[in-house]
């Protein structure tokens, strides 16, 4: 993989998404008026770069770009080989994800990149089952783990900002989300490779739009493609990647711990803009999720959530809820209403495979 400062730039032209910058070094060093800034990103919009100006975050940088190369290879692979590892009719979301083998829209769309799953649990040996993994995979195996762990230390930091914010108890947040608790975390590889011109003007996406289904996301990027819709408008505006940074955004499930009080915001996964579009388009997140037996409901003794009464809200664990979102648009898998409001039956991805190992 070409390195960032080798790929055509971004292209200067095209108006982006004005997130906010935060600082990594000063949220460790417990900056009052930077940590007030975060809680207003995560009530108004919920993304923001994360600058990884400390050694912690540096370490997580350098652990990242190294992992760019792993993913590049990872997808050498191929595809054939890769579906040995699509785990999704063993009720699975770790593992491969084919090109075509999600469901964007209710008239059958199917998406536009590979993905490849690792759980958090299986690289820290966790997990009682790992899920089998490919070799090249096992060979990075002190990479990945850094990478979890640093990726893992920073959200930390950010949930107990939240919790000196709502005004909960030191560690609520954080207690949630243990590193050795089982749960839904892991790391994610995604390719998405360059598209005809007229793709995109057919309403075609790499990934269609969402929320994030578990509490922050970190993702990596070093091209455009992210893109995301400001509340109140209408226009979709790209983000534009930041060397050194990180762009992180909350999900559902903070939402629910905040009984509405913190936003998801809706986002989605396009080309790259100019020419950047000739380039295949990789990217490497890290997903924190609650632990899997934890209820996702409002969280009780603060004074800031909003009050819960009259909340008929399903209580759901977070396991569960993991796997209604996260199979929600599988093809293959899903065959009812995803989320109580689109029905994907019948949607065929070519070559998708149902095999088990």
Request: hydrophobic content about 40%.
């Given at each position: 993989m070409a390195e960032q400062s080798l790929l055509p730039p971004f292209p200067p032209d095209i108006q982006t998404a004005p997130l906010v910058k935060l600082s990594l070094s000063k949220l460790l060093a417990h900056d009052d008026e930077e940590s007030g800034r975060f809680f207003e990103v995560?009530?108004?919009?919920?993304?923001?770069?994360?600058?990884?100006?400390?050694?912690?975050?540096?370490?997580?940088?350098?652990?990242?770009?190294?992992?760019?190369?792993?993913?590049?290879q990872l997808f050498l692979s191929g595809a054939e080989e890769l579906t040995r590892y699509d785990f999704k009719d063993q009720g699975s979301y770790m593992g491969y994800k084919g090109f075509g083998g999600s469901v964007l829209s209710k008239d059958g769309m199917l998406d536009a990149n590979e993905f490849y799953n690792i759980a958090k649990d299986d690289v820290l040996g966790s997990s009682v089952d790992a899920w089998p993994q490919p070799a090249m995979m096992m060979h990075h195996a002190d990479l990945l783990r850094s990478f979890v762990i640093?990726?893992?230390d920073?959200?930390?930091?950010?949930?107990?900002?939240?919790?000196?914010?709502?005004?909960l108890p030191p560690g609520t947040m954080a207690g949630l989300h243990r590193i050795k608790g089982l749960s839904g975390d892991h790391v994610r590889f995604t390719k998405a490779p360059p598209?005809?011109?007229?793709?995109?003007?057919?309403?075609?996406?790499?990934?269609?739009?969402?929320?994030?289904?578990?509490?922050?996301?970190?993702?990596?990027?070093?091209?455009?493609?992210?893109?995301?819709?400001?509340?109140?408008?209408s226009t979709w505006q790209y983000v534009r990647p930041i060397a050194g940074h990180a762009i992180v955004n909350l999900g559902d499930a903070l939402v629910k711990f905040s009984h509405g009080l913190l936003r998801s915001n809706l986002h989605r996964l396009v080309g790259p803009p100019g020419g950047q579009a000739e380039r295949t388009r990789?990217?490497?997140?890290?997903?924190?999720?609650?632990?899997?037996?934890?209820?996702?409901?409002?969280?009780?003794g603060s004074?800031?959530?909003?009050?819960?009464?009259g909340n008929t809200e399903e209580a759901i664990t977070a396991k569960e809820w993991i796997k209604r979102r996260g199979h929600a648009r599988r093809v293959g898998i899903f065959k009812g209403e995803d989320e109580g409001n689109?029905?994907?039956?019948g949607a065929v991805a070519p070559g998708t495979s149902k095999s088990r190992l």
């Open positions: 995560c009530r108004n919009l919920g993304f923001f770069y994360l600058a990884l100006d400390s050694p912690s975050g540096l370490t997580l940088a350098d652990a990242a770009s190294r992992l760019f190369h792993v993913g590049e640093g990726s893992h920073i959200a930390t930091v950010l949930l107990n900002h939240l919790d000196t914010h709502l005004q598209q005809r011109p007229d793709f995109y003007t057919a309403g075609r996406l790499h990934m269609g739009e969402h929320t994030d289904f578990g509490s922050i996301t970190i993702l990596f990027n070093q091209l455009g493609g992210l893109q995301v819709l400001l509340p109140g408008d990789y990217s490497l997140v890290y997903f924190t999720r609650p632990e899997d037996e934890v209820l996702l409901r409002r969280l009780e004074a800031v959530i909003p009050p819960g009464e689109v029905t994907f039956k």
